[in-house]
């Protein structure tokens, strides 16, 4: 074929940068977005965070103790949301216009980026003079497992050798003050697989460390597993109280299969230990105040503080609510343009700095991606709260069926937007702090035709179980029969995975005294 040019038109979608980063910063979570910024803090020389105290006169806050945020105006109560799609709509723009209004300070509805810092200050925190700890810091205090038990070893007058194997073994031990490896490869790991001699050697030493160490604090630290665990914490029970016919009866248990303590299985017990049931149940109840994982106090896990992106108040002092749906100051960032780099910018002629001014507008779009973030999560939460206000006034069983679409054809987005929105950001409600997730969920069918939530069939589900006797406890078609009376059809299989969802043992598992 002979080789030509030819011309065509056609159109496409394309992703520019700032429609990613807003994107990307719309799915990020509170702390994702305080590492984001930092980012761009570090990046970008225009941009730099404001720390002066007048922020929130510049946003028409006559206080500086309040709560309020820069959605506060958005919606006072949500209530006054209407269903149809004009009023959406029309919600819609006075929502932008509020929260514009609070971001320019000047009452003006442009959504322009300007150099002008944003995002109130945060509620300043009373302590009424009295100091307070971070409570991670009061967990640390304690020390750790390991520096525990060597403060304890320091009183034991051992030898060299002795007091090394028992070094040796606290720090093989596990968080939950368990020693997993056996003593034999305990040894191997220090003198090789072919020295047998000293295996043998190190074994023996192992063997008098391991009764020295579990004959400290805290009781049954040094177990090789759970039955041992038990057993090293009722023989010390026993040391005090020789006589104790229960905790006798409850050795005796710890030394069957735990497969018949954990079913509860009170004769198939009586039987193997020659006990009477009557001794076996009230073994079983010892036996279950006994402490499992003795490194427990010691852990030094970092808790995971949620902290909420929405709050939620109900400001009316009348039965019938009212709720005034805001931001959280406290995970906004205050950012600004740099003025003296900006306006020295602006002085500048010529072609030299098109690099400069690049930087400059990834600054602007930057704060006006994270000012439309927040914007999409109060327009996303002052429409949930909407729907779910039963919820918020009288808990879980009150919760409605809710999904995605719903929200997305209201605010005119993408189930992925809405989705990307509720991910990983947290409301503060008078019923608790909830991820934005939680208020979605599907529907059972019900004897009037409507839907009943999912969440609310599984909190009916948390009070049968609650009600139920501990000695006939519900199984899953006596609950299942129970919820078709409450009009809602729900089968057996769903009510297990339900209950396993709650944690919630079998019924079998369940049964007591």
Known sequence: MKPGLSLRMSQHLALTPQLQQSIRLLQLSTLELSQEVDQMLDDNPFLERAEEEATAEAFGLDQAD????????????????????DSASETRDEAVTDVAESWDGDGSVDMRPDDSEWGGD????QNNGEE?????????SSGSLTDFLHRQALSLRLSEVDRAALRFLIESLNDDGYLTDTLPELAASLAGTDDYEQIDELVHRFTVALGLLQSLEPVGVGARD?????RIQIKAWLQDDPNDEVAQAALAICAQPLEMLAKRDFKRLAVACGLSETVVKAAIAFIARLEPKPGRPFVQAEQNIIIPDVLVVNTSKTATPKFRIQLNPDVMPKLRVHDIYANALRGGKGDNHA??????????????????RFDTILRVSTAIVERQKNFLTHGELAMRPLVLREIADELGMLESTISRVTTAKYMATPQG?????????????TDSGSAASSTAVRALIKQFVAAEKPTKPLSDNQISEMLKEQGIDCARRTVAKYREALKIAPANLRKTL
């Open 66 to 85: 309040t709560h309020v945020s820069l959605g506060d105006r958005v919606s006072e109560s949500a209530s006054t949301t209407s269903s149809s799609d």
């Open 122 to 125: 945060a509620a300043p925190r």
């Open 132 to 140: 307070t700890a971070d409570a991670i810091d009061l967990a640390r």
């Open 226 to 230: 759970l039955a041992e665990c038990l």
């Open 355 to 372: 690099g400069l001014q690049q930087r400059l507008q990834e600054a602007r779009w930057f704060i006006k991606n994270i000012q439309q």
């Open 433 to 445: 702090t909830f991820e934005l997730k939680y208020f979605f969920g599907s529907g059972l069918g």
